[in-house]
């Protein structure tokens, strides 16, 4: 009875976990979106976070701010190198090419001993908590609802709305590209490292095309009128699978009925509230 | 009519775009004088939307300089330009249309806005008197060209004509010297075209010097303090409408050596350029 209870609580704290740091993952995506570009990166950015953070805690037993910090600085430098080629590629291609992106990390990774190879690190110790990750969902939520208000907020939007005509109003092109990807990237680093210090185990292929296509799912299903859509989306996308559990067989089967449904009779996503631009 | 002031805003000199070989601006030379409502004129194709693309930004010449207030700015990009005050509007209205008309004039204003991520971020003082000072003056802009009613409406919403003027109005909020109005009359009513041209010369009086490309020949032709006429992506004339109107390469260029036009879709009706020229 007791070892049961423990088992519920055991499933129940992973999916609280997950919930929020598939909210900064759905942040993550949401910042790029925000600006008009297609860029499936997060899942690698994702990747380079969680090995950055499971190898300061387990290789220099750094304490856990820094281990933070770190999983979203080396990220965001791979971004700022990789940015000035592929933020000239628009649309699908620059998908493509971030795809390409996930499929080089994993295969660094895979061939990286010193990284686990293909067993990829195990036993790293547990250092998030709900507090510590929720807290963090909610700082960046409302960094970028106040950023969203204000000239940044509307020369995003504008972006993505007429890239030509907000470079006749002045905002900067490729620096506005170029921060949402370093942004990005920080994010779904932090989020990287958060989801291995609370799974104690992470491997090469966690982080290539399907993670990538799932990170994208959220911000599709919650809708990029504001972060809350994204967030709201990576949340029901989480909880799906848990609560059709008793549907045993067909758990999946109805998982994808539901996102196919939600994407296509609501197309602007499960919250298609626009937040205002003014400040 | 304005007195002519003599120093020139923008030079253009020696102008030239090619696309695969093709020279849609060929070696132009013209100034703009300061404080002057300039117009462009031409038949279809003739290289006007090309020779904004190139005064704004969007295109780099192949060869030959732009310069504004004597400095050059022919190889900055577009958002660079907008600081420096040009400003423009767009032959295919251009404007952001999930946002609301006031959103659509502040971020109009961007070039003019400093606010740090720290400012936005906390909400400092600093931060909320420059969002202020923008709405208020965003909502001005929008008085101005008559859309104050419709400041917290859908942008996409608006009929055609409140659209051509909400560019202008986004264009003005940058605080531009130089404006470059691609055919601002076109698909309006003439009742906004009769409208419109008050507001712009009202502009004039501000300081701010327009460079307009307009199909409507009495529009331009009452408007303009000087035109530049333009064919193949040659400058074939440039004087006063006065001149203009009896400037032979113009008329040939407007109605042919016959008086029947050659020209197919959107071309401008001969029976309105004979009345303007003539």
């Not at chain 2, 020139?8 to 775009?17: D, H, P, S, V, Y």
């Not at chain 2, 720290?118 to 923008?134: K, W």
């Not at chain 2, 055919?183 to 009202?202: S, W």
């Not at chain 2, 327009?210 to 440039?238: K, P, Q, S, W």
Request: proline share 5%; net charge positive.
């Amino acid at each position: 009875m007791l070892a049961m209870l423990d088992d519920v609580m055991w499933t129940y704290q992973s999916v609280v976990y997950s919930v929020g740091i598939n909210g900064i993952l759905a942040l993550s995506m949401y910042v790029v979106l925000a600006i008009g570009q297609l860029s499936l990166g997060q899942a690698a950015f994702m990747g380079i976070g969680a090995y950055t953070g499971a190898l300061l805690t387990l290789k220099l037993g750094l304490p856990f701010p820094i281990v933070l910090a770190g999983s979203a600085l080396v990220p965001a430098a791979v971004a700022l190198l990789i940015g000035g080629p592929t933020l000239r590629l628009t649309g699908v291609y620059l998908a493509i090419a971030t795809i390409g992106l996930g499929e080089v990390f994993r295969i660094l990774f895979v061939n990286w001993d010193y990284a686990g190879g293909a067993l990829g690190l195990s036993a790293i110790p547990e250092r998030g908590s709900a507090l510590l990750i929720y807290g963090l969902l909610i700082v960046f939520l409302v960094g970028f609802l106040a950023l969203g208000r204000s000239r940044i907020g509307r020369a995003m939007e504008a972006m993505r709305e007429d890239e030509v005509a907000a470079g006749v109003m002045g905002v900067n092109l490729p620096v506005y590209r170029m921060a949402a990807l370093v942004t990005s990237a920080m994010l779904a680093g932090i989020a990287g490292a958060l989801s291995a210090h609370v799974s104690s185990f992470i491997g090469p292929n966690d982080y290539g095309f399907d993670a990538a296509v799932t990170i994208l799912s959220y911000a599709l299903l919650g809708g990029i009128g504001s972060p809350l859509g994204p967030v709201l989306g990576s949340t029901v996308l989480t909880l799906l699978p848990e609560v059709l559990r008793p549907l045993a067989d067909f758990r999946l089967l109805i998982n994808g009925m539901i996102i196919v449904l939600a994407v296509l009779f609501m197309p602007r996503g499960v919250l298609p509230w626009r937040m205002a631009r003014t400040g | 009519m304005t007195a002519m002031p003599s120093s020139a805003l923008l030079t253009a000199t020696g102008l030239t775009r090619a696309f695969q070989g093709l020279l849609a601006v060929d070696h132009v030379d013209f100034a703009v004088q300061a404080g002057t409502v300039h117009g462009i004129i031409g038949p279809n194709g003739a290289g006007k939307t090309t020779l904004f693309n190139l005064i704004s930004g969007l295109l780099e010449p192949t060869e030959g300089t732009v310069s504004l207030d004597g400095r050059p700015i022919e190889r900055l990009s577009a958002h660079r330009r907008a600081a420096l005050g040009v400003a423009r509007t767009f032959q295919n209205i251009r404007i952001f249309s999930e946002m609301t008309v006031l959103e659509n004039v502040m971020t109009g204003r961007h070039c003019r806005l400093g606010a740090g991520l720290g400012g936005i971020l906390l909400r400092l003082p600093g931060f909320r008197r420059e969002e202020v000072a923008a709405k208020e003056a965003a909502r001005a802009h929008l008085a101005f060209v008559g859309l104050a009613e419709m400041a917290d409406r859908r942008a996409g919403d608006l009929p055609y004509g409140d659209q051509r003027r909400l560019e202008i109005a986004r264009a003005l909020a940058a605080e531009p010297r130089l404006l470059l109005l691609d055919e601002p009359a076109a698909g309006m009513n003439p009742a906004e075209t009769r409208a419109l041209m008050p507001l712009l010369r009202q502009l004039r009086e501000r300081g701010i010097t327009v460079l307009l490309v307009e199909h409507d020949m009495h529009f331009v032709m009452n408007l303009c303090d000087r035109i530049t006429v333009i064919n193949f992506g040659r400058r074939i004339a440039e004087g006063t409408p006065r001149e203009m109107r009896e400037n032979p390469a113009v008329i040939e260029a407007y109605l042919g050596t016959k008086a029947t036009s050659r020209r197919g879709r959107g071309a401008v009706p001969v029976t309105t350029t004979t009345d303007a020229l003539g």
